[in-house]
C-alpha cells in the first residue's frame, strides 16, 4: 500500500467519527432527545407501533438515540473509524 492509500484510510476512519454526531443530530437524534418532526421521531414511531407501543431496548432506534444523547461509547467510536477507514481505503484503490 501507498502513502495514498494510507492517507485515505486515516481521512476515512477520522471523517466518519467527526461526522457521525454532526449527522446523529441532523436526523433528530440530539442530546435533548429525538426532536419533533424529524426522521428519527419517524423512526421511533415505527420501531414503537411494531412492538405494541414501545421500542424494544437494544433496537436500532435505541441505540442511536443513545449515541445521540450520550456520545459514542468506545466500541461504537472503534467499529465507525473502522468502516471509515474501509471505505477510504476502498475508494483509494479506485483512484
Do not use: C, D, K, R
Not at 418532526?37 to 437494544?58: D, E, F, L, P, R
Amino acid at each position: 500500500m501507498g502513502l495514498l492509500t494510507y492517507a485515505a484510510i486515516a481521512a476515512g476512519a477520522g471523517g466518519a467519527v467527526v461526522s457521525a454526531p454532526i449527522v446523529l443530530g441532523a436526523i433528530g437524534f440530539t442530546s435533548a432527545g429525538i426532536a419533533a418532526g424529524s426522521y428519527a421521531a419517524g423512526m421511533m414511531s415505527t420501531a414503537a407501533i411494531a412492538n405494541g407501543g414501545g421500542v424494544a431496548a437494544g433496537s436500532l432506534v435505541a441505540v442511536l438515540q443513545s449515541a445521540g444523547m450520550a456520545g459514542l461509547s468506545t466500541a461504537a467510536t472503534t467499529a465507525v473509524a473502522s468502516a471509515g477507514g474501509t471505505v477510504g481505503g476502498l475508494l483509494a484503490m479506485l483512484i
